[in-house]
């Protein structure tokens, strides 16, 4: 299997409790905010985004905050199932670039 | 609409062989990227694309080549691989809409160099 997930942190939890996955990210100068989810042996998929003039955004049963005082950002799952185990990965894109700039992810372990 | 697709899936090399790994999207996007992942280090950006024609160099940029001859494909090129390159490769391809930038991913290249 895929060996992305060595070293990373990781977080725990039972299904059907609420999931937070936090990020800090790097650049004030960061004007949208993307969260990927990464199951093994996959690319990443897109899960929410947010820009930088919202402080939340809701999805199904996804939630994303943006705290631009502290830069952070946090990803919250509602009532998780097994399928959502996979690595979460937060992205930011300075103002101006048409790069993202990712974190090192998360690992989400979910157990029935 | 396949979306991102990537060939190879999978490939061997021996030290100092070349190859190139094709991306194609085919959903209209002017944006492409290349991106490589080892384990604890996310996704690094090796070259991208804003264009037909046109590429910049990323994070990781030692070692590639890219081309965007057509607006659908970005082809990757390694000239003489080595074990530092070992990795999965992944490509993305994004459309600017205003200010945001969705990039949508393949589904990897896993290369191993000996």
């Known amino acids: 299997g895929e060996s992305v997930g060595l070293h990373l942190p990781t977080l725990s939890v039972q299904e059907g409790d609420n999931s937070i996955i936090n990020c800090a990210y790097s650049?004030?100068?960061?004007?949208?905010f993307i969260w990927y989810k990464q199951e093994s042996g996959k690319g990443p998929q897109f899960i929410i985004d947010?820009?930088?003039?919202?402080d939340k955004r809701q999805g199904q049963r996804v939630t994303v905050l943006l705290n631009k005082t502290v830069k952070h950002l946090s990803l919250q799952i509602a009532a998780t199932q097994p399928g959502d185990s996979a690595v979460y990965f937060c992205?930011?894109?300075?103002?101006?670039?048409?790069?993202?700039?990712f974190g090192k992810g998360t690992m989400l372990l979910v157990s029935p | 609409n396949a979306g991102v697709t990537q060939t190879p899936k999978f490939r061997v090399l021996k030290t100092g062989q070349s190859m190139t790994l094709l991306c194609a999207q085919d959903m209209n996007h002017e944006y492409m990227y290349w991106y490589r992942q080892d384990p604890g280090m996310g996704l690094r950006l090796i070259h991208y694309s804003v264009g037909e024609g046109t590429t910049a160099k990323g994070e990781v940029p030692d070692g590639y080549n890219v081309s965007r001859l057509k607006k659908q494909n970005f082809l990757l090129g390694l000239e003489s691989a080595a074990p530092s390159q070992t990795s999965v490769y992944f490509c993305?391809?994004?459309?600017?809409?205003?200010?945001?930038?969705?990039?949508?991913f393949g589904p990897g290249t896993r290369l191993l160099v000996l």
């Open positions: 993305a391809s994004a459309r600017l809409q205003g200010s945001q930038e969705t990039q949508y």
């Open positions: 992205a930011e894109r300075r103002q101006g670039y048409s790069t993202l700039t």
């Open positions: 947010i820009r930088s003039n919202m």
């Open positions: 650049n004030s100068a960061s004007d949208y």
